[in-house]
T-cell receptor, first 109, second 113 residues
């Protein structure tokens, strides 16, 4: 029973914005939406998280649908260093993260 | 401030052998986690701990045991390794709250022959 659904791969040109979608139709009211990314041969690293409202930080923006059944991670200007696998994750019950298979982002110079 | 460290980085075992993976964090975090990542897949939670002396099962706990005797350390044990346990193992830690960031270690690549 997949908790999040993401496209397997996406491409973006360098210095252009990237919108990475995620569906989480079974989300409950207390589940936070987290985004992490994983560079090759490294552990995942935190990108952004939110509950209901849109969120911005120095790395990205998170847009959450009004019904919370989907969200979009926005990288405002993709760089070559942003090439990674991006995971949209629900934090269920406070303790457990459910990773999906993620979206592999390729940035084209 | 080293963050989260894992020992060893690589290991090859024969079927039936045992081993312990060590995770250490210097951020005074309450929560610690062990995940495994198989090729082309996301991470799956094996066990986690919400504080010193506590452990709980995650999504895929069978074949593994854990201990959290000290707050800064979280050990993952394989009593009798099987080829299906060939994977990359990641440890992570976080503070208590449900929205808090998890900090991951660099991973341990384990091969069971």
């Amino acid at each position: 029973d997949a908790k999040t659904t993401q496209p397997n791969s996406m491409e973006s040109n360098e210095e252009e914005p990237v919108h990475l979608p995620c569906n989480h139709s079974t989300i409950s009211g207390t589940d936070y939406i987290h985004w992490y990314r994983q560079l090759p041969s490294q552990g995942p690293e935190y990108v952004i998280h939110g509950l209901t409202s849109n969120v911005n930080n120095r790395m990205a923006s998170l847009a959450i649908a009004e019904d919370r059944k989907s969200s979009t991670l926005i990288l405002h200007r993709a760089t070559l260093r942003d090439a990674a696998v991006y995971y949209c994750i629900l934090r269920v019950g406070g303790n457990q993260f459910y990773f999906g298979t993620g979206t592999s982002l390729t940035v084209i110079p | 401030n080293a963050g989260v460290t894992q020992t060893p980085k690589f290991r090859v075992l024969k079927t039936g052998q045992s081993m312990t993976l060590l995770c250490a964090q210097d951020m005074n975090h309450e929560y610690m986690y062990w995940y495994r990542q198989d090729p082309g897949m996301g991470l799956r939670l094996i066990h986690y701990s919400v504080g010193e002396g506590t452990t709980a099962k995650g999504e895929v706990p069978d074949g593994y045991n854990v201990s959290r005797l000290k707050k800064q350390n979280f050990l993952l044990g394989l009593e009798s390794a099987a080829p299906s346990q060939t994977s990359v193992y990641f440890c992570a830690s976080s503070q208590e709250t449900s929205w808090d960031t998890q900090y991951f270690g660099p991973g341990t690549r384990l091969t069971v022959l």
